[in-house]
């Protein structure tokens, strides 16, 4: 039971930056595609529209499986 508690706490402190992220990613997904590559341009890239709906898409259903996995290992 003290194990299970335990890896129920380590798995929630490792998810918070990893909910950070997504969350920032669903709100600046612009900032967030070019996060760490801004370099390689002379000018500010244009970013499709498709792109940006594919990486709010994708952050909201991290987010979304997150959370149930979450909760499976705590009422489980």
């Known amino acids: 039971m003290e194990k299970m508690i335990a890896g129920i706490f ?7 930056p990893m909910y950070g992220i997504l969350i920032w990613t669903y709100f600046c997904p612009e900032d967030s595609l070019l996060w760490g590559k801004r370099w390689m341009y002379k000018e ?9 709906r ?3 898409v994708s952050s909201l259903t991290a987010i979304v499986v997150l959370t149930i996995i979450f909760g ?3 009422f489980s």
């Not at 380590?10 to 918070?16: A, D």
């Open 10 to 16: 380590v798995f929630f402190v490792f998810m918070i």
């Open 44 to 52: 500010e890239p244009e970013i499709s529209n498709s792109a940006i």
């Open 54 to 56: 594919f990486a709010k």
């Open 72 to 74: 499976v290992l705590i």
